[in-house]
């Protein structure tokens, strides 16, 4: 058989799990646990409520447009959605709890009260916040940056969530102010494999590792962990990963509007899939469940002739 089918048909029929201290939609019971599985790469929707998010600041300012744009997720495929409330592009500021909380828990209640067979997932660094979305229905917690202290380990320990860990080094603020690595894969793995076993040394139920493309890394550095991918599928956690209309795409096509940039982003993505990504985190969904369906069927038998 040619090696990209097969690749293609192993990426595709790939289980992979994530592990609850509750039931979420699709889950089964396993031990003490509940667990979710699902086959080849899945769909993780960004809802950003921010003013100033690289490519949709301001859009979902209105909780309505915000759950308009939800529901279209869900009914492209969604597996998941992201909710957040601070931007982390280059340069960005903090944002006080307060205002990330106006921002993120309503929508994250909403979300919830429409029992949409969804995950909801908080996009957070702040561990008070982290909290308030699990009690208000969201079930797993993505942390760029990953776990920076004891409070939100104990915040998603103490509730059974998982936690998506994603690699940056330093603040958003300062973070591509000489980015270097002496080998930025290694160096990548290594904080992953250590981001992990301090979860789960927690009494964190499961993790998903994400490199963090962009996250303090120049366009040479995200095509290098692109590439070896299936380094960090190795780890044995499933993978994230989110090149959405990132900084890359644009360097490389010579495209300036973040907007513009889905096909580069639905490239990024499908290569990811193929290399055993097991979520990945976009803009466009419908999109890329359009493409996804196109590589499932060319993988398998596909839509009778
Ligand atoms: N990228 C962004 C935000 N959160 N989380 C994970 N796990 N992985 C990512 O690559 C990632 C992330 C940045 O993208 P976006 O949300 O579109 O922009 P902003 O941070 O400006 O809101």
């Known amino acids: 058989m040619e090696p990209l089918l097969a690749s293609l048909q192993a990426a595709f029929s790939a289980e992979h799990r994530l592990d609850f201290g509750y039931p979420v939609p699709g889950s089964q019971p396993s031990a003490a646990l509940h667990r979710l599985t699902w086959r080849g790469p899945g769909l993780m929707g960004i809802l950003n ?52 909380e106006r921002r993120v ?36 917690v993505n942390l760029v940056g990953g776990l920076r202290g004891q409070d939100m380990l104990a915040a998603c320990a103490e509730r059974g969530a998982p936690a998506a860990l994603c ?8 973070m591509q102010r000489g980015a270097s690595y002496q080998d930025v894969l290694a160096e990548v793995s290594a904080w992953l ?6 979860a789960l040394r927690a009494g964190i139920p499961s993790v998903l590792l994400d490199p963090g493309l ?42 300036k509007d973040p907007k513009a940039r889905d096909p580069g982003s639905v490239a ?10 097991a979520l990945l985190r976009v803009h466009a969904v419908a999109e890329h ?16 002739a």
């Open 268 to 277: 990024l993505h499908l290569w990811a899939a193929l290399e055993g990504a």
């Open 105 to 140: 828990l309503p929508l994250v209640e909403a979300l919830a009260a429409r029992g949409w067979p969804v995950l909801i997932s908080v996009d957070t660094r702040k561990a008070p916040l982290a909290r308030a979305a699990l009690a208000s229905g969201a079930h797993l």
């Open 49 to 100: 409520r921010t003013p100033d998010s690289f490519s949709d600041g301001g859009e979902l300012a209105s909780l309505e447009r915000a759950l308009a744009l939800a529901e279209t997720m869900v009914r492209a495929g969604a597996l998941v959605l992201d909710v957040g409330g601070e931007s982390t592009r280059p340069g960005a500021q903090p944002v006080p709890l307060a205002e990330e």
């Open 167 to 174: 690699h940056l080094i330093g603040e958003p603020a300062t």
């Open 193 to 198: 494999s250590g981001q992990a076993a301090l």
């Open 214 to 255: 962009g996250f303090g890394k120049g366009a040479a550095h995200n095509l290098t962990l692109l590439r070896g991918l299936r380094e960090l599928t190795a780890l044995g956690h499933p993978l994230l990963v989110g090149g959405s209309r990132k900084g890359t795409i644009g360097a490389i096509a010579g495209e």
């Open 289 to 304: 469940a359009q493409a996804l369906a196109v590589w499932r069927a060319l993988a398998f038998s596909g839509p009778a």
